[in-house]
């Protein structure tokens, strides 16, 4: 069974200075991974995901991720953060059963960057 | 705007009644999911359909939910004799091509149960 785990509920963080938010998962096969952001009553929209190639991903808004197989880890990172980055954001991991490819997610990590 | 719209919003019902949510996806995506989130927690999966076909149910879904996508468009999530623990968002998403796609979510429906 596949598995997420995002160890830290809240993070803190001051407006310019770097984030990373932490994820690592649990899988058989080769794993899709995924970041989510989602505000307060809303949905999840997608930030970014790695299927394959270069370990580190770009996607939108300025944040990218490092997908590290060893660790099996998938850190999302943004060299300068705002204060509207302040979210929820969820880690997740997909793998294909041939008939779907559910998602399973982390529990989420909140972002709070201050000014 | 052409996301994933879902109706109600907000779903507030007595302890025993039957409710209905829409999801209407993305038009020219053929795979829908259904998601269940609590407070605190991330979404679980709960159904896959690929076009009209309900392919794969979580063993989460008890007998009392049920969900149909007639002709593969949009879809309905019921759920009947709705008990507290029912309470939480229902979160649809839809998605095409690959299985590596990402899944686009609408802003789900809050169910609360009095």
């Known amino acids: 069974a596949q598995s997420v785990a995002q160890p830290e509920d809240q993070v803190n963080v001051a407006e310019g200075n770097p984030l990373t938010v932490k994820c690592t998962y649990s899988v058989s096969g080769n794993p899709y991974l995924f970041w989510y952001v989602q505000y307060p009553n809303r949905g999840l929209q997608f930030l970014l995901k790695y299927i394959t190639g270069d370990n580190l991903v770009k996607g939108s808004y300025g944040f990218e991720a490092e997908f590290n197989k060893s660790q099996t880890s998938f850190h999302l990172k943004k060299p300068s953060a705002l204060v509207s980055d302040s979210a929820l954001y969820f880690c997740a991991v997909s793998v294909s059963t041939g008939t779907a490819s559910k998602l399973t997610f982390g529990t989420g990590t909140r972002l709070q960057v201050t000014l | 705007d052409t996301g994933v719209s879902q109706d109600p919003r907000h779903k507030i019902t007595k302890r025993g009644q039957n409710v209905t949510f829409r999801c209407d996806p993305i038009s020219e995506h053929n795979r829908l999911y259904w998601y269940r989130q609590t407070l605190g927690q991330g979404p679980e999966f709960l159904t896959y359909?690929?076009?009209?076909?309900?392919?794969?149910k979580s063993r989460l879904l008890s007998n009392r939910f049920s969900a149909e996508r007639p002709k593969g468009s949009f879809s309905t999530l019921e759920i009947q004799r709705t008990e507290q623990g029912d309470s939480a968002m229902y979160l649809c998403?839809?998605?095409?091509?690959?299985?590596?796609?990402?899944?686009?979510f609408g802003d789900g429906t809050r169910l609360s149960i009095l």
């Open positions: 998403a839809s998605s095409f091509g690959q299985f590596n796609q990402p899944q686009h």
């Open positions: 359909f690929q076009n009209e076909a309900q392919l794969e």
